[in-house]
């Protein structure tokens, strides 16, 4: 068993859905993402059945994989959209998601994708800052529209998960401090091009269990209340996204678990009229994909095994930039019967830093191809091209059905914008 249901052996080779990987990389080379789609429904399905029915809009962190297939699939089912900046809503608009249930999250907005955010009509900005208030405030009487506004407000909780993603503490740079909010909430009822619909948090990513969620809406309802109280009434609370996953032996709490526990608590403060706004990422597409790559050479130093593979830090670098562990499969295990190995599974970029597993245990032989498990987010969004790599493909499965979503990128279109001084 892998991590991923949809990923799994059949006669020795695994997977994907129907779709042998081997042949994959054979028809496509690597490095190379293979996506389920039956995962990504899995995925969709499992917040819906969460809501049990009540009004609850996913708006799918989009930053995790946005991909226009992706984005596409999950829009088809109803899937809102958490969008971080203008790049990412003509994502949305190109791929039919609708920017009525877009929601657009971010410190940094500009001027030009507050204005076009308004253009398309989206359904809320979660504001970071009294700046951006008064910014989107400004823009929105300019243009003779009213901006719908909730505030994200950063409840100073502890989610208990990796400090760079960590996001809901104080020290941290999102959100308004929650002491203030109120008094914001107060000076953005007062400004005629702004209408009041929200209030936000997100306090992190990769949180396994749901304790920091509830300390965080305690807080939250305790606001609203509060604000109910000096007349301002709000009809969405967005707890953000953050839900985990497994990518070794971790048991994150699942959206059933952490859904009960909020409606409970809405409940017994009588705030069930509140539309619920959620915003995962990760668990949407974590485990729906892989990145496949093949091993080039071998090699030992005195310490050390070493597999170097054709994948590299450029086309994931979660395991060097947040010390992330991935599973490594073997593809189709060797027929030679060496014992295993220890091997560091690392690329051929020029740091040392450039590693996407360490101390595995594989009986290894060049020409091997690897899966590195749970690679559907925060994978190939975080791609560069550095060392002048092109960017991997992306393929999506169904069943016994292969379409190639993104082709590998040309080595010319790397540097064809750039010039030569006269
Ligand atoms: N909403 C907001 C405002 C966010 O900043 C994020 C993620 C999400 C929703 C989605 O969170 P998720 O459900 O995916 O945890 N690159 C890191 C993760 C960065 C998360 C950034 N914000 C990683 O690879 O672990």
């Not at 967005?238 to 009960?260: Q, S, V």
């Not at 393929?395 to 001084?421: A, T």
Request: charged residues 25%; proline residues 5%; aromatic residues 6%.
């Amino acid at each position: 068993m892998t991590v991923a249901p949809h990923f799994q052996f059949k006669n020795d080779t695994l997977h994907a859905e129907e779709t042998s990987l081997e042949q994959l990389a054979k028809d496509f080379g690597t490095p190379l993402y293979v996506y389920s789609r039956h995962a990504l429904k899995d995925a969709w399905e499992s917040y819906r059945v969460a809501a049990q029915g009540r009004d609850v809009l996913v708006c799918y962190g989009m930053k995790a994989n946005s991909n226009l297939a992706i984005l596409n699939e999950f829009a088809q089912h109803g899937t809102g959209f958490d969008i971080v900046s203008g790049g990412e809503l003509a994502r949305v608009i190109a791929a039919k998601g609708d920017p009525k249930k877009v929601v657009f999250s971010g410190v940094g907005k500009q001027t030009w994708e507050i204005e076009a955010a308004l253009d398309a009509q989206i359904k809320c900005f979660n504001v970071e800052s009294e700046g951006e208030l008064l910014r989107i405030a400004e823009i929105a009487a300019r243009k003779n529209t009213i901006a719908p506004i909730s505030l994200r407000v950063n409840p100073d909780v502890d989610a208990h998960t990796h400090p760079y993603i960590s996001t809901g503490l104080k020290d941290n740079k999102f959100g308004i401090a929650i002491e203030d909010a109120p008094r914001v909430y107060q000076l953005a009822s007062t400004l005629a091009s702004l209408k009041i619909v929200g209030v936000d948090c997100h306090i992190g990513s990769q949180i396994t269990d749901i304790s920091p969620y509830l300390d965080a809406l305690d807080k939250l309802l305790d606001l609203i209340d509060g604000l109910a109280a000096s007349n301002i009434h709000l009809s969405h609370l967005d707890i953000g996204g953050g839900l985990g996953i497994r990518y070794t032996d971790e048991t994150p709490a699942t959206p059933t678990m952490l859904l009960t526990e909020v409606f409970r608590a809405l409940d017994a403060r009588n705030l069930s009229h509140l539309q619920l706004v959620l915003e995962p990422g990760r668990s949407m597409v974590g485990n729906a994909g892989v990145l496949l790559t093949r091993v080039e050479y071998l090699k030992q130093s005195e310490s050390k095994n070493f597999a170097v593979v054709d994948a590299a830090m450029n086309d994931l670098i979660r395991p060097t930039l947040y010390d992330a562990w991935h599973d490594v499969e073997h593809v189709s295990p060797s027929s030679n019967t060496q014992p295993r190995a220890r091997y560091d599974i690392v690329g051929p970029i020029c740091e040392s830093g450039d590693w996407l597993a360490r101390d595995r245990d594989l009986n290894l032989e060049p020409g091997d191809l690897l899966a590195i498990m749970s690679a559907g987010a925060y994978a190939f969004t975080m791609a560069s091209q550095y060392n002048t790599r092109p960017r991997a493909a992306e393929v999506l499965v169904d069943g016994h059905s292969v379409h190639l979503v993104r082709p590998r990128e040309k080595l010319e279109s790397l540097f064809e914008s750039e010039r030569i001084l006269p």
